[in-house]
């Protein structure tokens, strides 16, 4: 199993962009590059999932180098309501998907 | 609406009871987890199945047993509940990423 390391506190304000680098050095070559989000009391968000280079949704975009040895997730233009926890995963999903949860990176956007 | 849904939402024991916690979810997904996360912590795997009919341990299964009823329905059951098993839990279903569900909050006096 891939081990994932984030920082664990990041602070921003509303407005800014806000990238969030997670390092996965033992990653896998089957493996997939997903992204959660959490609120308080609730269960965690798929937000994006990549492979290699950059995708983009409406929410994010994710950008991986082309070693995959990280992976920024990039949220544009955050706002107060972006203040969550933030997991980066890696796995490969192969009908059974043995995924480890850091403890995720927690964004705080000021006002 | 399509998604996982759990039950109890809250739930208070005395050391010793059981319970079964619920889970059910209408995306026809054939992979079902059940988590923990402790306040602070990141989330870890108690059980899962990857399809009906099989189940496999995750990190902490320890005093928790699971059955996976039919595709749609996965339960865990605590047989004598601990302190330590003071959590909150959720449950989710998997296709390309995870889906997870509201949690149970369980406190065990």
């Known amino acids: 199993l891939a081990k994932t390391t984030q920082p664990i506190s990041m602070d921003s304000y509303e407005g800014q962009e806000v990238n969030i680098t997670c390092s996965h050095n033992?990653?896998?070559?089957?493996?997939?590059i997903t992204w959660y989000q959490q609120f308080p009391s609730q269960g965690p968000r798929f937000i994006i999932q990549?492979?290699?280079t950059k995708v983009t949704n409406e929410v994010a975009s994710l950008f991986i180098p082309a070693d995959r040895k990280s992976s920024t997730l990039s949220l544009p233009r955050v706002s107060l309501s972006d203040t969550a926890v933030y997991y980066c995963?890696?796995?490969?999903?192969?009908?059974?998907?043995?995924?480890?949860f850091g403890a995720g990176t927690r964004l705080f956007v000021k006002a | 609406n399509a998604g996982v849904t759990q039950t109890p939402k809250f739930q208070v024991l005395k050391t010793g009871q059981s319970m079964t916690l619920q889970c059910a979810q209408d995306?026809?997904?054939?992979?079902m987890y059940w988590y923990r996360q402790d306040p602070g912590m990141g989330l870890r795997l108690i059980y899962y199945?990857?399809?009906?009919?099989?189940?496999d341990k995750g990190e902490v299964p320890n005093g928790y047993n699971v059955s996976r009823l039919n595709k749609r329905e996965f339960s865990l059951r605590l047989e004598s509940a601990a302190p330590s098993q003071t959590s909150v839990y959720f449950c989710?279903?998997?296709?390309?990423?995870?889906?997870f569900g509201s949690g149970t909050r369980l406190t065990v006096v």
């Open positions: 033992n990653i896998a070559t089957n493996d997939y």
């Open positions: 199945s990857a399809s009906e009919g099989t189940t």
């Open positions: 990549g492979y290699k």
């Open positions: 989710a279903s998997m296709e390309l990423g995870y889906t």
């Open positions: 995963l890696v796995g490969f999903y192969t009908g059974g998907f043995k995924t480890i």
């Open positions: 995306m026809n997904h054939n992979s």
